[in-house]
């Protein structure tokens, strides 16, 4: 436990920021498994429609500093190609 005073409010601070890294994820985990899923029942026209909500979930992500540049873009680029094969 922190004992001094800024140590405390540091703390308070990445609890915080946990929590909304945390939504942001889980955000991003839901569109990335829901667009699998319209793949796997082979619905690519509505995996298509929902790709640029996904990409500006991934963009926001590493603006936030939650992905890094080129893991984004490696998601992004398997989602899309995985649509392009199904």
Do not use: C, H, Y
């Not at 839901?30 to 319209?38: G, P, S, T, Y």
Request: proline share 2%; no cysteine; aromatic share 2%.
């Amino acid at each position: 436990m922190p004992i001094t005073q800024s140590a405390k409010k540091a703390l308070r601070g990445s609890q915080k920021k946990r929590g909304f890294n945390l939504a942001k994820k889980e955000l991003l985990n839901k569109a990335v498994k829901k667009v699998k899923k319209l793949v796997s029942e082979k619905k690519n026209k509505e995996a298509l429609a929902l790709m640029p909500e996904v990409q500006k979930i991934i963009d926001k992500s590493v603006k936030t500093g939650l992905l890094k540049k080129n893991t984004a873009a490696r998601k992004k680029s398997r989602i899309v190609s995985m649509i392009k094969k199904a």
